[in-house]
């Protein structure tokens, strides 16, 4: 990550001011984004086909309609709309104008967007909000790639954001986003469960209490226990999560992390056996 923020430094060329920004997407984070926006002093020209956004937004009929006209256009729609909302977008898109799809999508959808943008000449970033929007709005920390990233992040900052540019390619900023999810939106969906299964059981509020008081204490050697002792552990685990995942079908509970984690557990369980008619030194003394 290169670290640096456009726009926040005395070395960066200013950016030419902002005057309107298209939110394409009026849902929650579209509408808190643009709402402060509209507290700075931006003409916001909003679309969205289900919401009609804040108060103080200039509400449209299209895509193309919110583009008219815009510096800087925010597409937070939704990643399986994303595409859909670029082509719509862009024959509307003036030349000078930016192009910035902060949808959580995949990075591939992210560079074939890319790539319909370059064609259009377009200049267009891949810009990933790495926190929750809610309480946030435009200073959510976003890290932006891509063909105009350091534009883009520049543009973000003047409107009193907190983007950073990472370099590499569209798709960039995603896929760290996206591995990162893996661990927060799986930490959340493993708290579902076991709060679930903790209901039927009868001992839920124990269970909260244990599952508070753990990530409480949680510090920076946590992720390094955790990791080595599924490996070191792999056998063990893989009995104790198969258990788990017995107990929740009794309970009526679906054990879907139980079960992925017996499935990762056997997995590195076989990665760390010895290759067949392999004897360790243990064995041999």
């Not at 977008?89 to 790539?115: E, M």
């Not at 543009?155 to 591995?179: F, M, S, Y």
Request: net charge negative.
């Amino acid at each position: 990550m290169s670290g640096r923020r456009p726009g926040s430094a005395a070395s960066d060329t200013p950016a030419a001011p902002l005057a309107v920004v298209a939110v394409l997407g009026l849902g929650e984070a579209g509408a808190a984004i643009s709402q402060d926006l509209i507290a700075a002093g931006v003409t916001v020209r909003g679309y969205d086909p289900v919401r009609r956004g804040p108060a103080g937004i200039v509400v449209t009929s299209s895509d193309a309609d919110a583009c008219a006209g815009a510096d800087l256009v925010l597409s937070l729609t939704c990643a399986h709309e994303s595409e859909a909302a670029f082509r719509a977008a862009a024959p509307a898109v003036r030349p000078a104008a930016l192009y910035a799809d902060l949808n959580t999508s995949s990075a591939g959808l992210k560079q074939r967007i890319a790539d319909l943008a370059g064609r259009a000449g377009v200049a267009f970033a891949d810009v990933a909000m790495m926190s929750s929007v809610p309480g946030r709005g435009i200073r959510t920390p976003m890290l932006v790639s891509g063909p105009a990233a350091v534009a883009v992040a520049g543009a973000i900052n003047q409107l009193g954001g907190d983007a950073e540019v990472l370099d590499g390619p569209a798709g960039a900023a995603a896929t760290r986003k996206l591995v990162r999810s893996v661990f927060y939106k799986g930490m959340a969906a493993a708290v579902v469960e076991s709060l679930r299964a903790g209901r039927a059981a009868g001992c839920e509020g124990w269970l909260r209490d244990n599952i508070a008081a753990e990530l409480a204490a949680a510090g920076p050697a946590t992720l390094e226990r955790l990791e080595e002792g599924s490996s070191v552990h792999a056998v063990r685990r893989a009995d104790e999560m198969a258990a788990a995942a017995a107990l929740l079908s009794e309970l009526g509970v679906p054990a879907r992390i139980a079960a992925a984690s017996r499935d990762w557990l056997n997995q590195l369980a076989q990665e760390d056996r010895p290759p067949e008619g392999h004897v360790s030194d243990v064995s041999k003394s």
